[in-house]
């Protein structure tokens, strides 16, 4: 059963433009929401987390924002670069330090 | 940051051999360490959680006799696949999380690429 849920597999933007991923959850215990970026062959790198107290947490080009009653949380990043065409995870967990990983969005970064 | 090392990062092996792969946490002490596998294309399937110095806890449908889990410090964790074979073969990743460093958060190694042949 699949509690968090990335719908969009892919998503190509151009360089320069906001990048926004989306993702949703079932489970209604998760209280810790995190994004990572993954290359192929490499480790996840944590990139910016959000408590469930909060709505919006910012870090430099990465915007996470958390809608609770919609179960449902983004991540916007701008502007895009190159760089950042990776595989992007959305975790969630319940205190427990467990995490459940979406299936990923595959972003492209155009020039 | 925190910095989690995986050795190694990649190994080829009969199969019917054991390898064991070490996943280290340098600059932090890890309450718990998980293990994940990832098929091509997929999401990371947690396998197991360990806490140091206690049994691991295994997911349902991995088998805690095949791939051996053993947390003997607050820094190091070792994932041992038995008697591998072909289907073992993937990409395996650990990550490493610690209270102290802030809710939730873990911090993952680079992995290590197995293939049985």
């Known amino acids: 059963d699949q509690q968090v849920k990335q719908n969009s597999p892919s998503l190509s933007v151009q360089e320069g433009r906001i990048s926004i991923l989306n993702c949703d959850y079932t489970?209604?215990?998760?209280?810790?929401f995190l994004w990572y970026k993954k290359y192929p062959a490499e480790g996840p790198t944590f990139l910016i987390s959000?408590?469930?107290?909060?709505d919006k947490n910012e870090d430099g080009r990465f915007t996470v924002f958390l809608n609770k009653s919609a179960k449902h949380l983004s991540l916007h990043i701008v502007p895009s670069q190159p760089g950042d065409s990776a595989v992007y995870f959305c975790?969630?967990?319940?205190?427990?330090?467990?995490?459940?990983f979406g299936a990923g969005t595959t972003v492209t970064v155009r020039a | 940051g925190a910095v989690v090392s995986q050795h190694p990062s990649r190994v080829i092996c009969k199969s019917g051999t054991s390898v064991k792969i070490e996943c280290r946490s340098l600059?932090?002490?890890?309450?718990?360490m998980f293990w994940y596998r990832q098929f091509p294309k997929k999401s990371l399937m947690l396998m197991a959680t360990?806490?140091?110095?206690?049994?691991?806890?295994?997911e349902q449908g991995v088998e805690k006799d095949k791939f051996l889990i053993n947390h003997a410090s607050l820094t190091l964790s070792t994932l041992t696949v038995t008697s591998a074979h072909p289907e073992d073969s993937s990409f395996y990743i650990c990550?490493?999380?610690?209270?102290?460093?802030?809710?939730?958060?873990?911090?993952f190694g680079p992995g290590t690429r197995l293939t049985v042949l």
């Open positions: 360990s806490n140091e110095g206690s049994k691991a806890t295994y």
């Open positions: 600059d932090f002490q890890a309450t718990t």
């Open positions: 489970n209604s215990m998760f209280d810790y």
């Open positions: 975790a969630a967990s319940a205190n427990d330090y467990k995490l459940s």
């Open positions: 959000i408590s469930s107290i909060k």
């Open positions: 990550s490493a999380g610690a209270k102290d460093r802030g809710a939730n958060t873990q911090y």
